[in-house]
């Protein structure tokens, strides 16, 4: 297996460059996926939200009602930064806990395994081998997400108010992807991209042969 994390700001891209690499065989491990999964209607993070949010979060038919939650922990009031860090403390030990059962299935595969991950730059990891930013000006973001997205435009701002900046985000990246063209661009980088995995997937194959380790401890023995 080779683990490459993908990230960007919200509206970046992230999604359409993962399916643009499952389509090159790529597994893909979805983080905003994996969160939803655990909020389904009963779960037990689903519950802890509810005592910290209120039962008004949670719809009649037993569901999340996400926009209330945004409006909380993105909003523009003084309590929002605790919200958010709260929700944040209710959801991400489950959904680290599911990311990790899924990178084990994949272990011992010759897979390149993708993290996408939007707030990989906010919770570095050192099992790694690349962190793939895909990179956007802001605004082109906000103004994709109003117009295809249908999201409301002070609260795409607000999210990437509370994520960490595209500059500090560019700082960690081993490889850019650059969404500032259209589709078809994208599909090229992403095209070039997956070249490069392979590669790489070829080069950190030699250096660390994972596949063997059992077979070398076992001898060991
Ligand atoms: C607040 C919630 C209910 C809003 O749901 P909604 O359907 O509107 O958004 P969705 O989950 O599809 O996320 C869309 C984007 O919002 C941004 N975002 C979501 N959660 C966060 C967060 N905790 N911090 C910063 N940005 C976030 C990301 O860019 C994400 O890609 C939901 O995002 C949530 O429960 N977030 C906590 C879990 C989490 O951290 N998810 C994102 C990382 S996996
Ligand atoms: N190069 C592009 N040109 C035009 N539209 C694009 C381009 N890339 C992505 N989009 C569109 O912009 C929107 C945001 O893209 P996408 O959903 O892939 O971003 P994301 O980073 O996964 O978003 P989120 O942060 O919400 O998870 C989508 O509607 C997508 O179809």
Redesign the pocket.
Known sequence: MLLVGLT??????????STILAEHGAVIVDA?QIARDLQSPGSPVLDRMAERFGDQIIRSDGSLDRAAVAAVVFGDTPDAKQALADLNGIVHPAMQDEIKRQIEAQRHTDRIVVLDF?LLGENPRDDIAATIV?DIDPDV?VQ??VE??GMDEADARNRIASQISREQRLERATHVVD?S???A??RREVDELWRQLVMLRGRVGRSRPDWLMPTLRRRRR
């Open positions: 960007g700001g919200i509206g970046a891209g992230k999604s359409t460059v905003d939007p895909v973001a994709r997400l295809f997205r969404n063209g259209d589709e661009a994208l």
